[in-house]
Structures are given as C-alpha cells and as structure tokens.
C-alpha cells in the first residue's frame, strides 16, 4: 500500500510531504527515508517501494 500524506511541523502551520509504502504483509521493521532537498520526488518513492516490496 502506498499513501502521499502531509506531516505538520512543530510551527504548526507548515507541513511537508510525505510518502507511505507498506509491505503486502507484516513488515520486518520500520525504515525512515529522508528525502534530498527537493522533496518527495519519483527516485525516493522508488526506493520507497523497493523497500516495501522486501517486507519493510
């Protein structure tokens, strides 16, 4: 499963991006990938997805 979602910042008034890849079953664990600076891009959802697809 796959989400493009917004998370708030501490401000409260800004938010950023974010991409959501979830493995077909139980994940193995949790990785967080930190975007480059120009943001949630197709290369980053890529790895995303790759990721997922081997169960995290």
């Known amino acids: ?3 493009n979602t ?3 910042t501490l401000q409260g ?7 959501i890849a979830r493995p077909q079953g139980a994940a193995k664990a949790a ?4 975007q480059e ?3 949630v891009n197709p ?3 890529q790895k995303c997805d790759k990721l997922a697809a ?3």
């Open 1 to 3: 499963m796959t989400l």
């Open 6 to 8: 917004s998370i708030p």
């Open 13 to 19: 008034d800004v938010q950023f991006g974010a991409y």
């Open 43 to 45: 290369g980053i959802r």
């Open 37 to 39: 600076i120009f943001g």
């Open 31 to 34: 990785i967080i990938v930190i």
């Open 54 to 56: 081997k169960g995290y």
